[in-house]
């Protein structure tokens, strides 16, 4: 997990990967896909305008404490899985889809990587050289550290990279 990103085996997804039926977002060469019951589709980059997220849990000292006390509710009373998810929304010049996708961070995030994700998702749009240079770069770096989330220092710093890097290329 890097910012709003989970990368595995070289695939993007903005939130947790979905399994199942599950909701979820994948970022592909392509464009954005839908995944899960009820919002499959795929959306192409050269139609896509704008890619933005809502409903994101950021991460505070409340936030925190109450995360901890909803899980100690939710498994002593034998909870469900009531895991939090928020909104990708994907405009295209005809209309505004909404996509839901599970939040991998359990207390939220941080308000620089909720930040750099959103800079980062904005740029996806800006053009097809700099959009396939970005998420190839998060796709190699998935491959390489395969099963792990790095310190929140290192996801900053490749956040900053990538969109860096992004704007470098447009």
Do not use: N
């Not at 592909?28 to 009820?38: F, K, L, N, S, V």
């Not at 290192?154 to 956040?159: K, S």
């Amino acid at each position: 997990m890097v910012g709003l990103f989970w990368i595995a085996e070289g695939d993007v997804y903005v939130g947790s990967k979905p399994a199942g039926l599950a909701p979820g977002v994948r970022l592909t060469p392509e464009g954005i896909a839908g995944i899960g019951h009820g919002q499959s589709g795929l959306w192409l980059w050269d139609d896509v305008q704008a890619l933005t997220v809502e409903d994101v849990p950021v991460r505070s000292l409340k936030r925190q404490v109450g995360a901890v006390v909803d899980m100690a509710l939710t498994v002593g009373m034998g909870g469900g899985d009531d895991a939090p998810t928020m909104t990708v929304c994907v405009g295209t010049a005809d209309e505004e889809i909404e996509l839901t996708a599970y939040v991998a961070a359990a207390v939220g995030y941080s308000q620089k990587e909720y930040d750099l994700s959103r800079a980062l998702l904005a740029r996806l749009t800006e053009g097809a050289a700099t959009l396939m240079t970005t998420l190839a770069a998060m796709a190699a770096w998935g491959r390489a550290h395969e099963g792990g989330s790095p310190r929140r220092s290192e996801r900053e710093r490749l956040l900053q990279e990538w969109a860096d890097d992004h704007a470098a290329h447009a």
